[in-house]
């Protein structure tokens, strides 16, 4: 099996992508990139059994009868949506509720942040994968599913916290954090690319987003339950492990 992640950004600067190969007991990072265009992104999905990108890849389904109503100059399907309870159900999908309540962790707004985007973008790259493949469904029972490497070191007792950005502090953060991942999962080569992962967040992220997409692979995430299935396949759904590192090597 190989897996891809992508830590995806809204131009090729900056965003990263990790393919990691599986075998009984062991795995291998045999691809590292930086700085990646759309046309790689989907190469490299054509390759991977299962890809897991850091990137909302939908919005929240309250967004489009707002805007719609608010194009239209009709009143009524904007008025639902008045005071901050209103607006936190345009700025957050299903996903993100379910995702801070079980990690407390509060992703990005993906139509209220600057992760609008890279949203933006990923859309593109899932026209791009549909016109080539076929089309993803966003709930990740496909071949392309959401991550959150945050959320997927939270879980697994990584302390995800002030390793991003280019500062000395930070740049220590990275690296025992690189550091831990390796004493706890032994059974992944990094096939030298350790000093590259240790400058780069970004990197990383997409080692994890690879990880992740892993544990989606084999059926060890948490999946949208009833009161969440409809809002997952057309807003998407963050996969959360439910398993711990040593689970995704079998």
């Given at each position: 099996?190989?897996?891809?992640?992508?830590?995806?950004?809204?131009?090729?600067?900056?965003?990263?992508?990790?393919?990691?190969?599986?075998?009984?007991?062991?795995?291998?990072?045999?691809?590292?990139?930086?700085?990646v265009q759309d046309q790689e992104i989907v190469s490299l999905f054509g390759t991977s059994d299962m890809t897991g990108v850091d990137c909302p890849v939908g919005w929240p389904d309250a967004l489009i009868p707002f805007l719609a109503g608010h194009l239209a100059f009709d009143a009524g399907p904007v008025l639902e949506?008045?005071?901050?309870?209103?607006?936190?159900?345009?700025?957050?999908?299903?996903?993100?509720?379910?995702?801070?309540?079980?990690?407390?962790?509060?992703?990005?707004?993906?139509?209220?942040?600057?992760?609008?985007?890279?949203?933006?973008?990923?859309?593109?790259?899932?026209?791009?994968?549909?016109?080539?493949?076929?089309?993803?469904?966003?709930?990740?029972?496909?071949?392309?599913?959401?991550?959150?490497?945050?959320?997927?070191?939270?879980?697994?007792?990584?302390?995800?916290?002030?390793?991003?950005?280019?500062?000395?502090?930070?740049?220590?953060?990275?690296?025992?954090?690189?550091?831990?991942?390796?004493?706890?999962?032994?059974?992944?080569?990094?096939?030298?690319?350790?000093?590259?992962?240790?400058?780069?967040?970004?990197?990383?992220?997409?080692?994890?987003?690879?990880?992740?997409?892993?544990?989606?692979?084999?059926?060890?995430?948490?999946?949208?339950?009833?009161?969440?299935?409809?809002?997952?396949?057309?807003?998407?759904?963050?996969?959360?492990?439910?398993?711990?590192?040593?689970?995704?090597?079998?």
């Amino acid at each position: 099996m190989k897996t891809l992640g992508v830590d995806l950004a809204a131009a090729a600067k900056k965003t990263a992508v990790a393919v990691i190969e599986w075998s009984r007991g062991s795995a291998r990072l045999v691809h590292l990139g930086l700085d990646v265009q759309d046309q790689e992104i989907v190469s490299l999905f054509g390759t991977s059994d299962m890809t897991g990108v850091d990137c909302p890849v939908g919005w929240p389904d309250a967004l489009i009868p707002f805007l719609a109503g608010h194009l239209a100059f009709d009143a009524g399907p904007v008025l639902e949506y008045d005071g901050i309870e209103g607006r936190r159900l345009l700025a957050y999908r299903d996903t993100d509720r379910y995702v801070t309540g079980r990690t407390g962790l509060i992703p990005l707004s993906v139509s209220a942040d600057r992760l609008a985007h890279p949203a933006m973008r990923c859309a593109v790259i899932q026209a791009k994968i549909a016109a080539l493949h076929e089309p993803q469904l966003r709930d990740g029972s496909g071949r392309l599913a959401e991550v959150y490497p945050a959320a997927s070191l939270k879980v697994w007792g990584l302390n995800a916290r002030g390793y991003k950005g280019r500062g000395g502090s930070e740049a220590e953060r990275l690296a025992a954090l690189l550091d831990t991942l390796s004493e706890q999962a032994p059974w992944l080569d990094l096939q030298g690319y350790g000093d590259q992962l240790a400058g780069s967040d970004d990197m990383f992220d997409a080692v994890i987003a690879s990880l992740t997409a892993r544990a989606v692979a084999l059926g060890l995430t948490e999946r949208p339950g009833e009161a969440h299935v409809e809002a997952a396949r057309t807003e998407g759904w963050i996969h959360l492990p439910s398993c711990g590192l040593d689970g995704l090597v079998t």
